[in-house]
């Protein structure tokens, strides 16, 4: 994938890849009702990555992704997941707040701050404890 991905682009890639894991299929409303978007700003962004090849998409047909729009997927799904455990588990942030967090910061993270941070939060649970947790979130 040559160029990066706005934000928004990632966001409705990374809600193509869900839908299909959940579904085996997907379709423009699906989307469009999982980001709670209009169905033409849906059609927009589902053109412009079909343009950039990372999903297969017609405007009546079901829309499959691309092996380097899984991969793209799967990337941006990492970057949340880890910061939303370091949020969580780390700073002791509530579910909410973590999710939140972590889809914004998603988009913008480096790789090497994003290896920190997962390594701080592999090294923090296996150290340390919800006492050493309580301390700070007094």
């Excluded at 990372?54 to 793209?72: F, K, M, Q, V």
Aim: include cysteine.
């Amino acid at each position: 994938m040559g160029e990066k991905l706005t934000s928004s682009l990632e966001d409705y890639l990374e809600a193509v890849y869900t839908i299909l894991t959940k579904n085996n299929a997907v379709k423009a409303i699906d989307v469009s009702r999982m980001l709670n978007v209009s169905r033409a700003s849906t059609t927009e962004a589902l053109k412009k990555l079909a343009e950039k090849k990372l999903i297969n998409y017609g405007r009546y047909d079901a829309i499959s992704i691309t092996p380097e729009g899984e991969a793209a997927a799967k990337e941006v799904i990492k970057k949340h997941n880890s910061l939303h455990e370091f949020f969580s588990c780390v700073l002791g942030a509530s579910d909410s707040e973590a999710q939140d967090n972590a889809c914004k910061i998603e988009h913008i993270v480096s790789n090497d701050i994003l290896k920190r941070i997962v390594a701080f939060t592999k090294y923090y649970k296996k150290n340390f404890g919800d006492d050493f947790k309580n301390i700070y979130r007094s």
